[in-house]
């Protein structure tokens, strides 16, 4: 029986991040997360492009952008939202998410999903290099596997 599976070995190709502005202290930390997971597995800063959005609802748009010129082995969309004391948090979040999946979808290139959605900034922080990891590095280590595991299926 045929089996695949990914790992985190450098896949070969670029990989682009898109990062929001928004919450930009913290996004930057995931960012940088990112650039280290990558480096650690063998990709080279030079083959990391890096685009800044407005905020975590325009990810989806740049990262189906980039995906769809085949240019990359993956994608890695990086955001933070932060709930406040209105519903724009669920929509926001909801966007994101839901178009990041798409543009992977209709793409067929890994576009991860490394945006934190979090009920206060204290939360977003340990996710962003604290107490709790750095989900910007595992999203980087996720878009290896991914792109591995791609390359092997017929």
């Known amino acids: 029986m045929p ?45 990391i492009d890096l685009a800044w959005v407005p905020g975590a609802f325009e990810i989806p748009l740049v990262a189906e952008r980039l995906a769809s010129t085949h240019r990359y082995a993956a994608v890695i969309g990086l955001g933070a939202v932060i709930r406040g004391d209105t519903d724009h948090y669920d929509y926001v979040a909801d966007a994101a998410s839901t178009g990041i999946l798409q543009a992977g979808l209709t793409t067929g290139i890994p576009v991860m999903f490394g945006v934190l959605t979090c009920d206060t900034e204290e939360q977003a922080l340990a996710r962003a290099g604290g107490a709790e990891g750095n989900k910007g590095r595992d999203a980087a280590l996720a878009a290896l596997e991914m792109a591995n595991l791609l390359q092997q299926l017929p």
């Open 3 to 47: 089996t695949y599976q990914g790992n985190v070995a450098d896949a070969s190709g670029r990989f682009a991040l898109v990062a929001s502005k928004f919450n930009r202290d913290i996004v930057e930390k995931l960012v940088a997360g990112a650039k280290e997971g990558l480096a650690q597995h063998g990709v080279s800063e030079d083959r």
